[in-house]
């Protein structure tokens, strides 16, 4: 974020040259431990040291949001100021929750792969969303999309839409 000012007299153009930094973060997949597969996820983040607060956005959307963050398939950049992180990343209740400690730099992003151990393989079970509601429906902010993420980073087989008036069709 950069604050300036300057002052325009009508009928004249001002230029205003905005010198930025290079943005801070990281850049996260999560895999299968046992296929390296990329896996969707939910991750939440905590600052170690220096402890800041953290506020990665309002709730309005699955890539970032108050301290949590979706994953899917493609690597995500999470921005965070530079200091020491927790990352915490879960694959519905097949993986095991992964804690992870990495730095981020001034200016830089950083790389992290997560790998996650299945550890409670619940074969022939089906994880099921009933009632998901999204932009379709008055006075809700989340869209389709996000919805779809946050699901299938839970582990969620199977999203059934809880839309008023509207047919909303989630797949593929």
């Avoid at 999470?78 to 001034?106: Q, R, S």
């Avoid at 950083?110 to 790998?115: H, S």
């Avoid at 582990?155 to 008036?165: A, R, T």
Wanted: a negative charge.
């Amino acid at each position: 974020q950069i604050a300036t000012s300057t002052r325009v007299t009508a009928g004249q153009t001002e230029q205003v040259v905005l010198k930025t930094q290079p943005r801070t973060g990281v850049r996260i997949r999560v895999i299968d431990a046992a296929t390296s597969q990329p896996l969707p996820a939910r991750l939440s983040f905590d600052s170690i040291f220096p402890r800041v607060p953290l506020s990665l956005g309002p709730p309005l959307k699955a890539g970032c949001y108050m301290t949590t963050s979706y994953v899917g398939l493609e690597p995500r950049t999470v921005y965070l100021t530079a200091g020491k992180w927790l990352v915490k990343a879960v694959h519905g209740l097949d993986y095991k929750m992964e804690e992870v400690a990495f730095d981020t730099v001034a200016g830089e992003i950083a790389e992290l792969t997560i790998p996650l151990i299945r550890d409670n393989p619940t074969p022939g079970w089906q994880g099921l969303e009933i009632g998901a509601r999204t932009d379709a429906t008055s006075g809700v902010m989340t869209q389709l999309d996000d919805i779809v993420l946050m699901s299938a980073a839970e582990g969620l087989d199977w999203l059934v839409s809880g839309d008023f008036e509207r047919l909303t069709d989630p797949a593929p």
